[in-house]
Structures are given as structure tokens and as C-alpha cells.
């Protein structure tokens, strides 16, 4: 499939049908985000299990799947992120064939700058791990910085560029597309997607979950995973357990529309931004987490502000840009910044949260890895690693520093 990005064609009315929900289910996934709907469509393609409802208390992809700002990497530090997101990466570059639906993957590559001689020093080593787990990475020096994106200013700023990592396979989604492809290719497998469907409880037998109790009556259920990102702690002190996050709103905006003149994605952890040009011709721009938690949606003036001048000093050309809307997510922070997914205090009931930034670009592969422990009850090797245990343990997989530039 081939449109031109900034002229989409037209959706037919219904992508997917509106059912009522059935009294029970063999799997209940409570969440119709990018993780949930990916995890019932490779619940019901891989593992035949189509007796599965997608239960959202608002509209399909209408959370922090319609909230984030669309970078697909799978440069990370540590072997076990570098593998979950990699897989992740493998099933983007195949997504539209499997689920026949054009998502616009777009793979433009990622620059991550490096303004210190010690951001150097990290950056090389993260190039060479990324290299040992075969994820394509390479460092550049600042006029490789310039060659790759023309319009960066390196040297006439606070910190100037002194190189970057470049990860050429990464790249950019239509965000709410993917919804809609995971949507309804679930759909036309048997999933029923429910929507206006809020969870209020948990039924248990005992220390095993039966069922949940929702806005729309109690639904009874074989297994039940939480896919809701930054609401996980609420739903789990519902059912009776703790998760290690903590819920910060992360804000974002995007311009009026230009022509096409950024050729990749720029991040900096140093000057505290992230700039792409989305497919229609805005500047999707971004930067780190409210230092506060909460579940505020909304962006704010202070955050703007600084957004804005951090974008405008590596990109002197969009000084007259003018901002068009600004939003706030709610992203899951764990105290390693990597994920939590997998099984829970009580029986029968999964946990997939703790994403932080990482959430849309983890898409395919958290929905393969959480169908299979979904399915089988027992981890997939994508996130036996990433257990709930391991804050007993203490096998923690620390991603601070590569996580991205939010946290």
C-alpha cells in the first residue's frame, strides 16, 4: 500500500463492529490502547484464542495511544530492553503487510545528540552494546550530525553538538492508525472491542480473578490483563496488589503545517527536546515528564516556553514557527524505567504497565509477548525479564539514561 502521507484516503464509516459485551469471556483485556488492542489481534492470530473482549472506558486509542509523539527506536542500553524493543521494531517493519492496513512506518532514522565529552562517552558505549544485541547504531560526528539533518544548528548554541547516536531503521507512525489497524484486524478475527466500558472491580474466587465488574454489569473472565498504562495503580489497589510506578502527565505540542524539511527525528537529553515533522508537515516536539505526579492532560505555559527554546536553538529555521495545540499524556514511571509485564499477586490476572516513554514504539512486540503470557500463563522470554518479582529480587534492568528524554 502506497498513499501520499499528507493526503490520506477515506475511511470507510465502521472499521469494527460495536457489540454488547457477552457474560463471559476466555481473556478480558481491560484497556483499548495501542498494548491492548495489539495484544488481542496476536491473541487471536497466533494463539487461536478469539473469545476475547477489549474492554475501554472511553474510545478506542482515545489514551496516551492519541497522546504520544509517534518515535519508533530500539536503541536501548541493556540486553533485555535492547531485545524486547528490537522485536518491536521487526514486527513495525512488517505491520502493514500483516495486518493490511497502511499505519505510514516511516523509517527516517533517530539522532540522539551528544552536547559533552561525557555524553560522547556514553553515547559510544551505547553504540557498541546496541552493535553486541544486532541493533543497527552508529556514531556520528557533528558534521555527520549536519549531513543527515541540514537544518540543525551544532555550533552556535548553550551546548554545541559534538556527535550523536543514529539508528537509521527508526522512525515515525500515524499513532492513531495503528489503533485502527490492530482494531480492526482483531475485530474481523472474533475479538469484541467494547467501548464506553469502565472497570470498577474485580471478581475473585478466593485469590483467583473470575471476572470484572463494570459499568456495563459484571463480566465473567478465564484470564484478565490490565493494559492502562498510567490508571494501572488504581485497577491494581482495586484488585488488591501494589505496582512500582508512579503517574506523571508528559507534554507535548505541534506547530501549523510546513513543507517538508526535517529529514529525521532529533532528540537531546542535554537541551531537553525531541523534534520530528509529522507526515501531513507539523513539528511534533516534546520533552521531559512534570516533575509532579498527577493525571493532568493539558500542556502549560512554563513547559511551552522551554519546549519552544530549546527547538528554536537547534532549529533557527522554525523561529516563526507558530504552536497549533499542546497536550499532556500520562505516562507510567517505574523506578528503573523499564516495564512491568507479566503476572500478578493474584491468579489469573496480568499486568502490563511502567512503560514510561517507551509505550508506542513497544506496541507490537508488548502485544506478542503479552498475548503469548496471556495465552500460555507463563512469560514470553521478551518479558520474563521484566517481571513484577524483580523489585523484590532486585534484578532491576536500569534504563535511566536510555530510556529517552523524559525520564
Not at 336 to 352: H, K, Y
Amino acid at each position: 500500500m502506497s498513499y501520499d502521507p499528507r493526503n490520506l484516503p477515506e475511511h470507510p464509516d465502521f472499521l469494527w463492529a460495536n457489540p454488547e459485551p457477552k457474560s463471559s469471556y476466555d481473556v478480558v483485556i481491560v484497556g483499548g490502547g495501542g498494548h491492548g488492542l495489539a495484544t488481542a489481534y496476536y491473541l487471536a492470530a497466533h494463539h487461536g484464542i478469539t473469545n476475547v473482549a477489549v474492554l475501554e472506558r472511553g474510545w478506542l486509542g482515545g489514551g496516551n495511544m492519541a497522546r504520544n509523539t509517534t518515535i519508533i527506536r530500539s536503541n536501548y542500553l541493556w540486553d533485555e530492553s535492547a531485545a524486547i524493543y528490537e522485536a518491536s521494531l521487526r514486527l513495525w517493519e512488517t505491520i502493514e503487510d500483516d495486518l493490511g492496513y497502511n499505519v505510514f512506518f516511516s523509517q527516517r532514522g533517530v539522532l540522539n545528540l551528544a552536547h559533552t565529552l561525557q555524553d560522547v562517552r556514553e553515547s559510544v558505549r551505547r553504540v557498541e552494546a546496541n552493535r553486541l544485541n544486532g541493533v543497527d547504531a552508529e556514531f556520528v560526528d557533528a558534521d555527520g550530525v549536519r549531513e543527515l539533518c541540514p537544518i540543525i544548528n551544532t555550533d552556535n548554541l548553550r551546548y554545541p553538538v559534538l556527535g550523536a547516536t543514529y539508528q537509521p531503521r527508526a522512525g515515525i507512525a500515524k499513532h492513531d492508525w495503528v489503533a485502527w489497524g490492530y482494531a480492526r484486524r482483531a475485530a474481523e478475527l472474533g475479538v469484541d472491542l467494547i467501548q464506553n466500558c469502565e472497570v470498577t472491580g474485580f471478581v475473585k474466587d478466593g485469590n483467583r480473578v473470575v471476572g470484572v465488574e463494570t459499568s456495563r454489569g459484571r463480566i465473567g473472565a478465564g484470564r484478565v490483563g490490565l493494559a492502562v498504562a498510567g490508571s494501572t495503580s488504581t485497577l491494581a489497589d482495586l484488585a488488591g496488589f501494589d505496582v512500582p510506578i508512579q503517574s506523571h502527565p508528559l507534554q507535548a505540542l505541534v506547530s501549523e503545517l510546513f513543507e517538508p524539511v526535517h529529514p529525521t527525528v532529533v532528540m537531546s537529553n542535554h537541551i531537553h527536546v525531541y523534534v520530528s515533522q509529522a507526515h501531513k508537515g507539523e513539528l511534533v516536539m516534546g520533552a521531559g515528564v512534570d516533575q509532579y505526579t498527577g493525571y493532568g492532560q493539558r500542556g502549560s505555559f512554563h513547559v511551552i516556553e522551554e519546549q519552544m527554546a530549546a527547538a528554536v536553538e537547534l532549529f533557527p529555521i522554525f523561529a516563526r514557527a507558530h504552536v497549533l495545540r499542546t497536550w499532556g499524556g500520562i505516562v507510567d514511571v517505574t523506578m528503573d524505567a523499564s516495564p512491568i509485564m507479566g503476572r500478578t499477586p493474584v491468579e489469573d490476572l496480568f499486568v502490563n504497565t511502567g512503560w514510561g516513554t517507551g509505550g508506542f514504539k513497544a506496541v507490537p512486540g508488548a502485544g506478542l509477548a503479552y498475548a503469548h503470557t496471556l495465552a500460555t500463563g507463563q512469560p514470553h522470554p521478551l518479558n520474563a525479564p521484566f517481571s513484577l518479582e524483580r523489585f523484590e529480587t532486585g534484578a532491576l534492568i536500569d534504563e535511566h539514561g536510555a530510556a529517552a528524554v523524559a525520564h
